[in-house]
C-alpha cells in the first residue's frame, strides 16, 4: 500500500508541472481566426465596374454555375481591361464556351471557332474600340514619393501604386501587396524597379499568339493548378476569380495539344452563355464583394501567420511563405 501511495504521489508530482508547462505555452490564432475577427473598417468594398459575372450553362444535374472575376484595377493592365469591359458590354463573350482545361495548370475559354482548324463555324467578328496594348504595359513603373509628416516632422516615404503590404522573397524575387493584389518586383539592371501582377491560383490572364502579339481579350484563362510563375512579365493578368472557382478547375481535362479540346471532344467544351458587368445589371441582381485591405494591421498579422503557423495543429513554424499562398482574403457581402 505503501509503495503504491508513493508511486501515486510522485506521478502526481510530475504531472502538475507538466500541466502548468502546457498552461503556460501561448496560444496563437490561425489565420482564419485573424480574418474572422479583422475589424469592419479593414474592409474595402470591390466597385461593382470592377465585377465580371459570368454564367456557365448548368451542369449534369441542372444545376446553376456562375462565376465572379474581380478585374485589376489602375494602374495595372488597363488596356486589356478596358478591352474586357468592352466585350462584356458588347455580349461578345455570350455563347461562347471552355475550350481548353489542361491539368495543373489552366482553363480556358473563347470563341471556339478562333484560330482553330478543325473549327466548323466562323468566327465572331471583333467589337470596334479595342486597344492594341503594347509589351511594356505588361510591367507598371512606380513612382517613389516624399512628404513631410507635420506631427513627427519626419520625411515619410511612399510610392503610388502603394505597397504597403507585407514582403515576401521567393524564386523569382521580391514581391509584396498593392491594394488587395499579389504584386511582383522587378529589377532590370541599372534602372528602377518595375511591379507586375503575379500568376497565382484564380488569377485571370490574356491568351495571345507568339510576341509582339499581346491578345485582346476575346480569350482569357484562369490559373487551376501550382502557380505557374514563369509566365510572369510575359502574358497580361487582368483580375481573379473571386467566386465559382469550383466551376473553373473541376471540369474535364482535355486530350488535345496543351489540354484544348481535341475534335473528337467537342461535347466536353462547357458553354458560357453569358458575361456581364456587374454595375450593368439590376440592383437587385448586383453581387457585392470586399477584401480584407492589404495595407491593415490586420493583413499583416494574418500574413505572418501564414508564414509562421503556430497555431496547435502545426508543429515547425515554416519561416516563410510563397506570394500566392497568401491569399488575399474577399467576401461576399450580400
Known amino acids: 500500500m505503501r509503495t ?89 463573350y455570350d455563347n461562347i464556351s471552355v475550350n481548353r482545361v489542361q491539368d495543373n495548370y489552366v482553363t480556358q475559354w473563347g470563341d471556339p471557332n478562333y484560330d482553330n482548324p478543325e473549327a466548323t463555324g466562323k468566327p465572331k467578328p471583333l467589337p470596334d474600340r479595342l486597344k492594341v496594348v503594347p509589351e511594356s504595359d505588361y510591367l507598371t513603373r512606380y513612382s517613389v514619393m516624399s512628404s513631410m509628416n507635420r506631427q513627427t516632422r519626419q520625411m515619410v516615404t511612399r510610392t503610388d501604386p502603394p505597397l504597403a503590404g507585407p514582403r515576401v522573397k521567393d524564386a523569382y524575387g521580391d514581391s509584396t501587396f498593392s491594394n488587395g493584389w499579389p504584386i511582383g518586383i522587378y529589377k532590370p539592371a541599372n534602372e528602377p524597379p518595375v511591379l507586375h501582377p503575379t500568376h497565382c491560383y484564380g488569377m485571370v490572364g490574356v491568351g495571345r499568339n507568339y510576341s509582339p502579339d499581346t491578345g485582346s481579350g476575346a480569350e482569357l484563362y484562369t490559373v487551376i493548378g501550382h502557380a505557374p510563375r514563369h509566365l510572369d512579365r510575359n502574358i497580361a493578368l487582368v483580375g481573379r476569380v473571386i467566386e465559382g472557382m469550383e466551376h473553373l478547375s473541376s471540369l474535364p481535362r482535355g486530350k488535345g495539344e496543351l489540354g484544348f479540346y481535341a475534335k473528337d471532344e467537342a461535347a466536353k467544351r462547357t458553354p458560357i452563355l453569358t458575361v456581364r458587368v456587374a454595375s450593368d445589371l439590376a440592383p437587385s441582381e448586383q453581387p457585392a464583394f470586399e477584401y480584407l485591405s492589404t495595407e491593415s494591421e490586420t493583413f499583416a498579422a494574418y500574413a505572418d501567420a501564414i508564414a509562421n503557423r503556430r497555431d496547435p495543429f502545426f508543429i515547425t513554424p515554416a519561416g516563410g511563405a510563397d506570394i500566392c499562398n497568401i491569399r488575399v482574403p474577399v467576401r461576399r457581402v450580400q
Do not use: C
Open 4 to 92: 503504491a501511495f508513493l508511486a501515486a504521489s510522485a506521478a502526481l508530482a510530475l504531472a502538475i508541472p507538466l500541466a502548468a508547462q502546457e498552461a503556460a505555452k501561448p496560444t496563437y490564432p490561425a489565420p482564419s481566426e485573424i480574418v474572422a475577427a479583422a475589424p469592419k473598417a479593414d474592409w474595402t468594398a470591390i466597385p461593382a465596374e470592377d465585377l465580371l459575372v459570368m454564367t456557365l450553362a448548368p451542369d449534369a444535374e441542372g444545376k446553376p454555375r456562375q462565376v465572379v472575376i474581380q478585374l485589376m484595377p489602375a494602374p495595372f493592365s488597363q488596356g486589356w481591361v478596358h478591352n474586357i469591359r468592352l466585350f462584356a458590354r458588347a455580349k461578345w
